[in-house]
């Protein structure tokens, strides 16, 4: 499954609720503000470093350079334009987005 | 691949409608079929033909409309969140005995059996709302 | 209407879920999400609904909307057993962080931990959210 999350960790709970609820091998693409997720520094750094034992974490890059976070994203957190983002919806079987 | 698009905000007011758009134009671009982007909720406004947005920004409503009618997308406003938030269209304007009409070109009302039948008839249904 | 009522294609049976995770009343995600509910009832898929995080306050009993004059939704949740809507899914953590039990609810509903609810998610061809 594509798990998709706009909303940024610290305004609400969807990025700890998505990465409660993914399975092992499932995908998890931050959109918009929940960017802040991927973040070095950010509230939701050690919960996101420790999903990346299970599930591949993506960010929209054009998300992450809106919003001047582009130089500080977790190190192993892949980054996808929003054709990348196509092909994530494209590839996996199944998508949701957490709101 | 048949995408099925659900927008749930309106514009301006949070990114759920550039993103939907953006993730459409990238589908497309790859070959993809947009088959139908339903709107829902406050999405509905996204299909007014009233907005003046400042000339130096995006045109929501406008490249909406020019995406459907260069891909031949069918664009959905659901008639029940449509009638709650004030879009009209000619028939239904004169249905309901208002004095005017709004819907840009490209969207049309429908019901939210669209919504439904875009997740059966889609590969994929990708919601973007709050 | 009749847009929808034709809509009865043969044979594509998919797995729909509408995910629940907002309180109701304070926006107006919660009776817009149910409408959909009741129309892909028409359609014959096999549906479920989950309520997690404030999504399950949405199944409270004893709700009494007169004071904030919007009409309540409650009894919906119990007539969606006529239309053959019969998984609805709480997930026990959510209630358990809230003071809730099943007794708190207007329904009968399937109490699912954490883990099951993400099998359950993973599982479906379309997942809505509102």
Same mark, same amino acid.
């Given at each position: 499954?594509?798990?998709?999350?706009?909303?940024?960790?610290?305004?609400?709970?969807?990025?700890?609720?998505?990465?409660?609820?993914?399975?092992?091998?499932?995908k998890?693409?931050?959109?918009?503000?929940?960017?802040?997720a991927?973040?070095?520094?950010?509230?939701a750094?050690?919960k996101?470093?420790? *999903?990346? *034992?299970?599930? *591949?974490?993506?960010?929209?890059?054009p998300?992450?350079?809106?919003?001047?976070?582009?130089?500080?994203?977790i190190?192993?957190?892949?980054?996808?334009?929003?054709?990348?983002?196509?092909d994530?919806?494209?590839?996996?079987?199944n998508?949701?987005?957490?709101? | 691949?048949?995408?099925?698009?659900?927008?749930?905000?309106?514009p301006?007011?949070?990114?759920?409608?550039?993103?939907?758009?953006l993730?459409?134009?990238?589908?497309?671009?790859k070959?993809?079929?947009?088959?139908?982007?339903?709107?829902?909720?406050?999405?509905?406004?996204?299909?007014?033909?009233?907005?003046?947005p400042?000339? =130096?920004?995006?045109?929501?409503?406008?490249r909406?409309?020019?995406?459907?009618l260069?891909?031949?997308i069918?664009?959905?406003?659901?008639i029940?969140?449509?009638?709650?938030?004030?879009?009209?269209?000619?028939n239904?304007?004169?249905?309901?005995?208002?004095?005017?009409?709004?819907?840009?070109?490209?969207?049309?009302?429908?019901?939210?059996?669209?919504?439904?039948?875009?997740g059966?008839?889609?590969?994929?249904?990708?919601?973007?709302?709050? | 209407?009749?847009?929808?009522? =034709?809509?009865?294609?043969?044979?594509?049976?998919?797995?729909?879920?509408f995910?629940?995770?907002?309180?109701?009343?304070?926006?107006?995600? *919660?009776?817009?999400?149910?409408?959909?509910?009741l129309?892909?009832?028409?359609?014959?898929?096999?549906?479920?609904?989950?309520?997690?995080?404030?999504?399950?306050?949405?199944?409270?009993?004893?709700?009494?909307? =007169?004071?904030?004059?919007?009409?309540?939704?409650?009894?919906?949740?119990?007539?969606?057993?006529?239309y053959?809507?019969?998984?609805?899914y709480?997930?026990?953590e959510?209630?358990?962080?809230?003071g809730?039990?099943?007794?708190d609810?207007?329904?009968?509903?399937?109490?699912?931990?954490?883990?099951?609810?993400?099998?359950?998610?993973?599982?479906?061809?379309?997942?809505?959210?509102?």
């Amino acid at each position: 499954m594509l798990h998709i999350v706009n909303k940024s960790p610290t305004e609400r709970n969807s990025v700890e609720t998505c990465l409660e609820h993914a399975k092992k091998g499932s995908k998890v693409l931050l959109i918009e503000d929940a960017v802040y997720a991927a973040t070095r520094g950010g509230a939701a750094e050690a919960k996101v470093k420790s *999903a990346m *034992a299970d599930v *591949a974490i993506y960010v929209l890059q054009p998300d992450l350079a809106a919003r001047g976070m582009a130089d500080r994203l977790i190190e192993g957190v892949n980054l996808v334009d929003y054709g990348g983002f196509v092909d994530l919806v494209a590839e996996q079987p199944n998508c949701q987005s957490w709101l | 691949m048949k995408f099925g698009i659900l927008v749930n905000e309106g514009p301006y007011q949070h990114q759920a409608s550039d993103t939907a758009y953006l993730f459409a134009k990238a589908a497309i671009a790859k070959g993809h079929e947009v088959f139908r982007v339903f709107f829902y909720h406050d999405g509905v406004n996204n299909a007014t033909r009233l907005t003046v947005p400042p000339a =130096d920004d995006r045109n929501i409503v406008n490249r909406w409309s020019a995406l459907a009618l260069e891909n031949n997308i069918d664009m959905v406003v659901c008639i029940a969140a449509a009638q709650r938030r004030g879009l009209m269209d000619e028939n239904e304007a004169k249905r309901q005995g208002k004095d005017a009409n709004n819907i840009a070109p490209g969207f049309r009302i429908s019901g939210l059996g669209q919504l439904v039948e875009a997740g059966i008839q889609c590969d994929r249904l990708v919601t973007f709302g709050d | 209407m009749s847009d929808d009522m =034709d809509m009865e294609e043969g044979g594509t049976i998919k797995k729909f879920m509408f995910v629940n995770r907002k309180a109701p009343y304070g926006t107006i995600y *919660a009776l817009e999400s149910l409408e959909v509910v009741l129309i892909s009832a028409a359609f014959e898929q096999d549906v479920s609904l989950a309520f997690m995080d404030d999504g399950v306050y949405q199944l409270m009993k004893g709700i009494n909307t =007169d004071g904030i004059e919007m009409k309540s939704f409650s009894k919906t949740y119990r007539a969606l057993e006529g239309y053959d809507i019969e998984k609805l899914y709480v997930e026990r953590e959510s209630m358990e962080l809230r003071g809730l039990t099943e007794d708190d609810l207007v329904v009968d509903v399937q109490v699912v931990g954490k883990s099951e609810m993400g099998d359950l998610m993973n599982e479906q061809d379309v997942v809505l959210s509102f």
